[in-house]
């Protein structure tokens, strides 16, 4: 049945697919405002409105696919921008967006400091609106803006979109980024995608069809025959960081996944080559901090300076916009993850 015959059957259209706003009330979280977003699929995800619009929690059908840090939700406020403060309040969840000015290690650069991965998912989210739009294909549609801007300085703006429709194991995000200064300026950015137990553990198979790959450091070389083996976990193990060149498919787009046969659920992840030209794959098999990081981007992710040496860096001129998409896919059964390695 389509929507319009299954609304016979139903009192509210919330039985089929909804959108509702949220406010988290213990700890650090106290104050987060969330989009709760489920539709006829089984699929479950959030949009952090108080965190630059990212997706904190995903599952489908009670199944985690996201990785949640020590530290969970953690309101803006308790954001630390010096050096590795970021990772007192680093959620993590299922998408993290980095930048938009930095993302990557921190760095400092024509004398100003940057702290690990930039601001944009600290920042809260403005113009934001929500709805089901209804007909037989229903479809929540969310927008947002987040400032990533400075007086004297750089004046970026990410616009997003997310979109899901309700029988679909699928979102997508359109993002565009704007520099509505009056100079040309540098920008980075980052999709930290990080994915968890259970739909990551020891069985599970990634995929990552790549023309190219870089360990990122001499410990990442000693364990690139493996790079694509997840481990099980281990209280001693140390990250591992890969740089990968995607392969296109014939719309010049990459897709990246993991699959779980035990399970026979994963989640694959389809991005534009066009302006995501860059995957960092992270590796942390440890124990209490057992992830794998599938993380588009537009250039390196090793200070200001190495990126603009490697020629990696983008720049936008002034009133320039850049677009970046993104599909996510919830995978249900091996022919699914048969079907996205034959594409």
């Known amino acids: ?32 405002e969330l989009l709760d977003v489920q539709n006829r699929s089984g699929m479950h995800f959030d949009v952090n ?12 059908c009670g199944e985690n696919v996201g990785f949640i840090s020590p530290c969970g939700v953690v309101a803006p406020e308790y ?16 998408l993290t967006t980095c930048g938009l000015k930095l993302a990557g290690a921190p760095c400092e ?7 690990l991965h930039g601001n944009v998912s600290h920042t809260p989210a403005e113009d934001v609106s929500y709805r089901v739009e209804e007909g037989d294909r229903p479809c929540v549609t969310i927008r947002g803006s987040v400032r990533d801007a400075i007086i004297f300085g750089e004046k970026l703006k990410l616009d997003r979109e997310i979109q899901c429709y309700y029988k679909e194991r699928k979102f997508t995000i359109h993002d565009k980024v704007t520099n509505e200064g009056y100079q040309k300026v540098r920008h980075m950015i980052l999709y930290h995608c990080n994915i968890g137990y259970p739909i990551l553990s020891p069985d599970s198979e990634v995929y ?12 990442s070389a000693e364990g690139i025959d493996t790079f694509m083996k997840p481990e099980p976990a281990d209280p001693s193990y140390e990250e591992m960081c890969y740089y990968h060149t995607l392969k296109p498919d014939a719309g ?7 699959y779980n046969p035990n399970l026979d659920l994963g989640i694959a992840i389809e991005v534009d080559l066009g302006t995501l030209d860059h995957l960092v794959q992270w590796k942390m098999m440890g124990a209490g901090d057992y992830v794998m990081g599938l993380e588009p981007g537009n250039s390196t992710i090793d200070g200001i300076e190495d990126a603009v040496a490697n020629g990696s860096m983008k720049y936008l ?3 320039e916009s850049v677009d970046y998409h993104l599909t996510f896919h919830i995978l249900k059964g091996r022919e699914e993850f048969d079907k996205i390695k034959e594409k």
Do not use: C, W
């Open 317 to 319: 001129e002034a009133g």
């Open 79 to 94: 954001f630390d921008d010096k050096g590795l403060g970021f990772l007192k309040s680093f959620t993590a969840g299922f």
């Open 208 to 219: 990552i069809p790549a023309l190219e790959t870089r360990p990122r450091n001499a410990h």
């Open 109 to 115: 650069y024509d004398g100003q400091s940057y702290g």
């Open 1 to 32: 049945m389509n929507y319009q015959e299954e609304k016979k059957y139903i009192g509210h259209r919330d039985q089929l697919i909804r959108v509702k706003r949220i406010k988290m009330q213990d700890g650090k979280a106290d104050g987060v």
């Open 252 to 258: 010049n787009h990459g897709t990246v996944a993991i």
């Open 49 to 60: 409105v108080s965190r630059g619009m990212d997706i904190p929690y995903l599952d489908f």
